[in-house]
């Protein structure tokens, strides 16, 4: 049995790739309360009970079918696994595999059966990660808190941050006056601040370097001005906790930092929104799911966004991507826009999970090409 929180895109394009008759895919809401996760393991467990009955319909062999209803059966019996949850949970079954991943987004409830994993949804959770960095900078302190959907925020040990503006001054003190005129009062006092800025810059350097979180500076003024100024993290988010950090614990810092996740995610929506926009006007782009299939049967995709929430039902041609619609609750009936996806994946092109209102023209997906099909 493996748990995982947060699938890598490299986790989605092996999951993407399988293929193995009776599939099993449940996504749930859950919640971080005992409350919440007890009602979605209930949850689950109507999910399992559903599935195997469909797997049962479908003329599964038992041995496949009485595999996965152990797998899933010691989803439910494992106590600790419930005791730590997130905003949503993906379970896949098949009989030789068994994995879950506890999400940071919030997912509708769904039950799924084919010859494939249903992917589309774990797609959100890359698109927009819920990570990110705080810098809580202060005049007597400094940290920074690594924000991640899995774990409690927590301080970073950054190896050479000053701890205050005194010490990266070399200092005992910011408040007295220069013996000989040259910085003193509050002139100096900036001087010393920016001077601790800079040192702060420098030791976080190594850490942001090998980062690509965004950024979001808790801090009042003047530390707010001179940061930004001095600053060259690219992910730096123009939002700022505005106050003294000092006086908020890493969790609580970590609590306005999600809301300002909330408002850099609507920026990158909007913006690929209106990147798609240009490419649809520029003629290399589609909403078309003819002409998505076949590129992406082609490898011809080279960026997609897909609304998370819309079905279409059919399937696709292996050889040509040719699309056949279906009802769906047809057998074998996997997804038009599911398998789009995957062969997507499977030459590399860049995938984003939105929502309805994010996707150009109101269309269930659009796509840049790479070359016309």
């Given at each position: ?7 890598t895109?490299?986790d ?8 193995q008759?009776g ?13 919440e ?5 209930i949850?689950?467990?109507n999910?399992?009970?559903?599935a195997?009955k ?5 003329g ?19 106590r ?24 940071p ?17 774990l ?18 302190s400094v ?6 959907p899995?774990a ?24 007295g ?14 001087v ?9 810059e ?11 979180d965004?950024?979001i ?14 600053n060259t ?12 950090p000092?006086d ?12 300002i996740?909330?408002?850099v ?25 003819s002409d ?5 049967t082609?490898?011809?995709v ?26 769906e ?7 038009v826009v599911?398998?789009i ?15 309805a209102?994010?996707i ?6 659009a ?6 099909v």
């Amino acid at each position: 049995m493996e748990y995982k929180d947060i699938p890598t895109k490299a986790d989605i394009e092996r999951f993407a790739a399988l293929r193995q008759p009776g599939s099993v895919t449940i996504y749930l809401p859950t919640g971080t309360v005992p409350a919440e996760a007890d009602r979605a393991r209930i949850e689950l467990k109507n999910h399992l009970a559903q599935a195997v009955k469909k797997l049962e319909e479908d003329g599964t062999p038992k041995q496949r079918i009485a595999a996965i209803q152990r797998e899933g059966e010691a989803i439910l019996e494992d106590r600790d696994f419930w005791r730590y949850q997130s905003r949503s949970l993906a379970v896949f079954l098949d009989g030789e595999l068994s994995e879950t991943f506890r999400l940071p987004n919030r997912l509708g409830s769904s039950c799924d059966i084919a010859d494939r994993f249903y992917v589309k949804p774990l797609l959100r959770t890359i698109t927009f990660p819920q990570t990110a960095l705080i810098l809580a900078l202060a005049q007597n302190s400094v940290r920074l808190i690594q924000v991640s959907p899995q774990a409690p925020a927590a301080t970073v040990d950054v190896p050479g941050l000053p701890k205050d503006v005194a010490d990266a001054a070399g200092v005992a003190s910011i408040n007295g006056r220069a013996p000989d005129g040259r910085i003193q009062g509050s002139e100096g006092q900036k001087v010393r601040m920016r001077e601790y800025v800079q040192a702060i810059e420098r030791a976080l350097h190594p850490i942001l370097a090998n980062s690509t979180d965004p950024l979001i500076l808790a801090a009042a003024e003047p530390l707010i001005g001179i940061f930004r100024n001095v600053n060259t993290y690219p992910k730096l988010v123009p939002e700022t906790i505005t106050g003294n950090p000092e006086d908020k614990t890493d969790e609580e810092l970590a609590a306005e930092a999600r809301l300002i996740l909330d408002a850099v995610y609507a920026r990158k929506a909007e913006a690929l929104k209106a990147d798609f926009e240009a490419r649809l006007a520029a003629g290399t782009a589609t909403t078309d799911l003819s002409d998505m299939a076949r590129a992406a049967t082609y490898g011809a995709v080279e960026s997609i966004v897909v609304d998370i929430d819309r079905r279409v039902p059919g399937t696709l041609d292996e050889e040509t991507g040719a699309i056949t619609y279906a009802d769906e609750d047809e057998p074998g009936n996997y997804g038009v826009v599911d398998e789009i996806l995957r062969r997507a994946l499977g030459s590399k092109a860049t995938v984003y999970a939105l929502r309805a209102e994010e996707i150009p023209g109101g269309a269930p997906a659009a796509a840049a090409v790479r070359f016309p099909v």
